[in-house]
Nanobody, 122 residues
Framework: QLQLVESGGGLVQPGGSLRLSCAAS????????IGWFRQAPGKEREGVSC????????YYADSVKGRFTISRDNAKNTVYLQMNSLKPEDTAVYYC???????????????WGQGTQVTVSS
């Protein structure tokens, strides 16, 4: 059974940092693209970042470039999203999901995790 579990969310002050984890079980992340998405109340879901294990390519939304970094730990079958210089507008539920091979953010992703809440507030 393919399963993704997110963790690492929480409450942080503006300018602070968090590291989110997306742990995969039931399958290996090889040959998948792992995407991070977020959804704030009343807003559409947004693709934030993606890591393609096929060619180690990455994607970042313009809103997070230079602040967020996506990475993978092969031994732990886990993908991380390091979030620095957090802003109140980063507040959302963050989800990870996978699709075959490449980071095409407009394509269908599957095996969605349950999400982890990130709140940036003073």
């Amino acid at each position: 059974q393919l399963q993704l579990v997110e963790s690492g969310g929480g409450l942080v002050q503006p300018g602070g940092s968090l590291r989110l984890s997306c742990a995969a079980s039931g399958f290996t992340l090889d040959y998948y693209a792992i995407g991070w998405f977020r959804q704030a109340p009343g807003k559409e879901r947004e693709g934030v970042s993606c890591f393609s294990t096929s060619d180690d390519s990455t994607y970042y939304a313009d809103s997070v470039k230079g602040r967020f970094t996506i990475s993978r730990d092969n031994a732990k079958n886990t993908v991380y999203l390091q979030m620095n210089s957090l802003k109140p507008e980063d507040t959302a539920v963050y989800y990870c999901a996978v699709r075959d091979f490449m980071c095409v953010m407009t394509a269908d992703f599957g095996s969605w995790g349950q999400g982890t809440q990130v709140t940036v507030s003073s």
